[in-house]
């Protein structure tokens, strides 16, 4: 059995279903410590983080991750116990097999591989864990982010762990994400009986138009890295469950996922624009779960790139599609962020896995990253 395969393993059974931890950061820096990492806790409320470090010269290389997971849904649906590895057909099932205690495997196996081969690198390595990803994300990177900028530490280099492969392992990399702007609406009317309707205001009528022009709005067109910005109802809700009573108000909640072609700001003025022009009287709770980042083709990038080259024979996409993550709030503080993992078909999924044959194809990957970067 491989070092990798060995470690994911030892990860899966520790059922860490978020914001616990059940000792996979432990383990993690018991491996670290071995390698003359330092590591330090940085608990918050529930959820347990990590930072460690070995090296106090630049450039800092941070590999990034985390060791919580969704919940495993109806056990019974499952052919194996989630927290229980089993290989069939070449693929090691278990809750968070692919998102992500395969990369965090990678990643140490990697690092001892790298640091064995090369003990006097330049640079330094870090590591940079959270129990908080899968969940609320508001005790656990954004915290060790806030931290670590507070004392001054300069990161250079990020990879974030993420499962990003489409179909094969190292055929898309993210180099960014989209921002995620959430509001939460109400329309005013005036409740009364349906059969007076002079006397009364609906506002599911009143709101109807202004709804048709924000779903046909073209909110800006994207870029080279982003497909255009998009608005998105996903729940509504209007009257008493009567008949006969026409609603007093209502309520929805949206969602803009948005490029960097756009702000945040021009988002929210544009949308109560739309509001105001007819004529609504309403009132929005915004809520701001993300950041769009962007790393541009550069240093990182391209080691990454070259690496998966080397190892796959594949030339990886560069791609900010799907949903945020942790690395909206390390872009915060490090201009350089890159997420890369293993295919992310069956992540949240009944039976998630991931192919054993991706494993050390993985951290051949990460290792390679470090040569190019480091030496």
């Known amino acids: 059995m491989s070092a990798t395969l060995a470690l994911t393993e030892e990860l899966i059974r520790l059922p860490s279903v978020t914001p616990h931890d059940k000792g996979c950061q432990q383990r993690i820096a018991e491996l670290l410590t071995e390698l003359g990492f330092a590591c330090e806790n940085m608990p918050s409320a529930d959820v347990e983080n990590l930072w460690a470090r070995r090296g106090a010269s630049g450039p800092l290389l941070v ?20 927290f229980t590895p089993e290989i069939r057909d070449g693929k090691l099932y278990g809750r968070g097999a692919a998102d992500m205690k395969a990369s965090l495997a990678a990643m140490v196996v990697a690092v001892r591989e790298f640091i064995s081969a090369h003990p006097d ?6 590591f940079l864990l959270t129990s908080d990803e899968e969940g609320p994300a508001v005790d656990g990177t954004v915290v060790v982010c806030r931290k670590l900028k507070e004392r001054g530490e300069q990161l250079d280099y990020c990879i974030v762990g993420e499962p990003t492969s489409a179909k094969e392992l190292g ?17 005013k009317g005036v409740q009364g009986h349906i059969a007076y309707p002079q006397l009364a205001k609906n506002p599911i009528h009143l709101a109807a138009p202004a709804l048709a022009e924000l779903a046909a709005t073209v909110w800006d067109e994207g870029n080279e890295y982003y ?54 009287q309403f009132h929005i709770d915004w809520v701001q779960s993300g950041l769009p980042f962007l790393t541009p083709r550069g240093t990182l990038s391209d080691a990454l790139s070259d690496a998966i080259e080397a ?19 390390i ?34 990957i990460y290792r390679r990253t470090m040569e190019n970067l480091l030496l």
Not at 336 to 353: F, L, R, T, Y
């Open 63 to 82: 590999f990034a991750g985390h060791t919580d997971v969704v919940p495993t849904g109806p056990v019974k649906q499952w052919h194996s116990d989630p």
């Open 121 to 126: 690198h330049r640079g330094s390595i870090a």
């Open 171 to 187: 055929d898309m990399i993210k180099n960014g994400r989209r921002g995620s702007l959430s509001g939460h609406l109400i329309i």
């Open 227 to 280: 497909l255009p910005t998009s608005w998105q109802i996903s729940n509504i809700h209007s009257g008493t469950g009567a008949t006969n009573v026409i609603p007093g108000e209502l309520t929805l909640d949206f969602n803009f996922r948005y490029s960097t072609a756009s702000t945040a700001q021009s988002l929210r003025e544009r949308l109560e624009a739309v509001l105001h022009k007819h004529d609504l």
């Open 311 to 329: 190892e796959t024979g594949l030339r990886p996409e560069l791609s900010t599609t799907g949903g945020t993550s942790d690395g909206r709030f």
């Open 331 to 364: 872009a915060q503080i490090c201009p350089q962020v890159i997420e890369c993992g293993p295919p992310n078909a069956s992540i949240h999924k009944i039976d998630e896995h991931v192919e054993v044959r991706h494993l050390d194809a993985l951290k051949n």
